[in-house]
């Protein structure tokens, strides 16, 4: 069978240099670069970049509470050094303390806060405690108080974090319970020291609306993600205070957002998210 190729005609379709001086031809030229742009920036971007899913994303994880109904929820954060008081009668303590310890320094580099371990358990104000599940009440007892005002939290959670704040709403101190055995067992070891830690920073909330970030519980992530180092940004910007409300949070955090991207945070956090992390360390 013989195929017959036609000639193709261009002419018609050809633009000339009279034709580039046609001003409708030009408007339909410059409309269609314009929309080609939108389109380019818009795949480009991921939907956890948008200053909108940012700001609904914060105020679902700072300004909600787990356990807990809070019908006027302000944001809270820490305002001095944390000291970090580290316990372990279950597993390897020195791997423990070793993760914790990068943890910590990742968030300290986020953030800006100071945060160093200390061996004096006055001089706490987070404690870390790895035990096992058996014990876990009484590590409630000893560090926390009664287990009954936390029953919920207990029965639901892998692992445990509890805060306590002052009347400005900045917070005083902090206790982490992982229970390692059942940790483990659960294939939430890691994913208890990332995201407790990083909870007791002022962002206690969880929600499945979040994604991707170590907030949400159906989520895979068990390392912080871009959108998580976003929020971290956020919550300690100089443009939000302890003690805000949801509307004065949401009126300043044009402000926030303005920050992030003149920082170009929100355009590079997929890479800045990575530096002193626990996932580059561990060469995940």
């Known amino acids: 069978m013989t195929l017959h190729l036609h000639p193709i005609h261009w002419t018609r379709y050809a633009i000339t240099p009279t034709s580039l001086l046609n001003p409708s031809l030009m408007i339909r030229f410059s409309l269609w ?40 929820p302000k944001l809270i954060r820490w305002t001095k050094p944390i000291k970090l008081f580290f316990e372990s009668d279950s597993g390897d303590a020195s791997l423990q303390k070793e993760l914790l310890s990068v943890h910590a320094q990742h968030l300290a580099y986020i953030t800006g806060l100071s945060i160093d371990f200390t061996d ?12 096992d599940y058996d014990n876990m009440e009484n590590k409630v007892k000893q560090y926390i108080g009664d287990p009954e005002k936390i029953r919920a939290a207990l029965n639901e959670a892998i692992c445990l974090g509890n805060f306590s704040r002052n009347s400005r709403y900045e917070i005083t101190k902090g206790t982490i319970i992982i229970p390692v055995d ?22 206690p909330n969880d929600s499945n609306d979040v994604f991707p970030s170590v907030f949400n519980d159906v989520s895979i992530d068990t390392y912080i993600s871009p959108l998580d180092y976003l929020l971290l940004k956020a919550l300690y910007s100089s443009q939000l205070k302890p003690g805000m409300n949801v509307k004065q949070t949401k009126a300043a955090f044009p402000n926030v957002l303005k920050e992030l991207h003149a920082n170009k945070d929100i355009e590079n956090a997929v890479e800045r998210v990575q530096k002193y992390s626990l996932k580059v360390y561990l060469g995940d």
Not at 184 to 202: N, S
């Open 33 to 72: 670069l314009f929309a080609f742009f939108i389109a380019s920036h818009a795949i480009s971007q991921e939907r956890w970049q948008s200053d909108a899913y940012i700001q609904d994303s914060f105020i679902k994880i700072a300004l909600e509470r787990e356990y807990k109904e809070t019908k006027h």
């Open 120 to 131: 004096d358990p006055k001089k706490a104000n987070i404690f870390v405690i790895f035990t």
């Open 182 to 203: 059942y940790a483990r067992r659960k294939a939430r070891f890691l994913d208890c020291i990332v995201e407790e830690i990083t909870q007791l920073l002022g962002l």
